[in-house]
């Protein structure tokens, strides 16, 4: 099992930036895909950008593409999401979760087995 934790939320302007981490604990965390998924009020749970266990290979949501990055770290076993350019659009709460890498497609929330609590990011007009 994995247990994850984000940090680096908060309140930020139109056109600002944010930085979220997310430290893995728990089982060997280059064995696990991650994603980065986001849920605003009263709308489902949406995958935002996703890694592969190797780094190699990364995923975004149209919505995001050239505006977010995700990468991680295997030494610190953390996965980061560099959020750009942000819009009111963006504010939701975001959460890290984790794929066991033979789950197949990392695009899929589906595959996700692993979730954090959540971190909140609010932009302001």
């Known amino acids: 099992q994995v247990q994850l934790v984000e940090s680096g939320g908060g309140l930020v302007q139109a056109g600002g930036s944010l930085r979220l981490s997310c430290a893995a604990s728990g089982d060997t965390f280059s064995n696990y895909n991650m994603g980065w998924f986001r849920q605003a009020p009263g709308k489902e749970r949406d995958l935002v950008a996703a890694i592969r266990w190797s780094g190699r290979s990364t995923y975004y949501a149209d919505s995001v593409k050239g505006r977010f990055t995700i990468s991680r770290d295997q030494a610190t076993n953390t996965v980061y999401l560099q959020m750009n350019s942000l819009n009111p659009e963006d504010t939701a709460i975001y959460y890290c979760?984790?794929?066991?890498?033979?789950?197949?497609?990392?695009?899929?929330?589906?595959?996700?087995?692993?979730w954090g609590q959540g971190t909140q990011v609010t932009v302001s007009p």
């Open positions: 979760a984790a794929a066991a890498y033979y789950r197949g497609n990392f695009a899929l929330r589906a595959s996700y087995d692993y």
